[in-house]
């Protein structure tokens, strides 16, 4: 069974739910990848809890395996910097991305 945006919309009329057609979908598409996620998690970890691994995941703030394979280059241009420190936040928070850097993306980005 998939449920269509229009069921949601029947069920949640917009005055209480104001979202377009499109955020309603992806709405829709994330609740079906965590489905997914789930299943194949449960899969690959049989008998484990899935909420006790989400929660080990989020208090550890130091991926250490990213950074055994990802060290910032040896006096590293800022084009440099900027990549690993954008990388890093995605994997791994140990420390935010430094003030410095996010008003350079900032500038970058217009
Ligand atoms: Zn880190």
């Not at 955020?23 to 489905?35: A, H, R, S």
């Not at 449960?42 to 395996?65: D, Q, R, Y």
Request: net charge positive.
């Amino acid at each position: 069974m998939v449920i269509t945006v229009e069921q949601v919309r029947e069920k949640y009329p917009k005055e209480y739910w104001d979202l377009s057609d499109w955020e309603v979908q992806q709405v829709l598409d994330y609740m079906y990848f965590i489905c997914e996620f789930s299943i194949n998690w449960h899969k690959t970890h049989p008998g484990e809890s899935l909420l006790k691994w989400i929660k080990k995941e989020s208090e550890a703030p130091f991926n250490k395996e990213w950074h055994k394979s990802n060290s910032m280059p040896m006096r590293a241009t800022l084009d440099q910097k900027i990549k690993w420190h954008i990388e890093h936040v995605a994997h791994c928070k140990c420390r935010p991305i430094p003030d410095k850097i996010k008003q350079e993306i900032q500038k970058r980005l217009g």
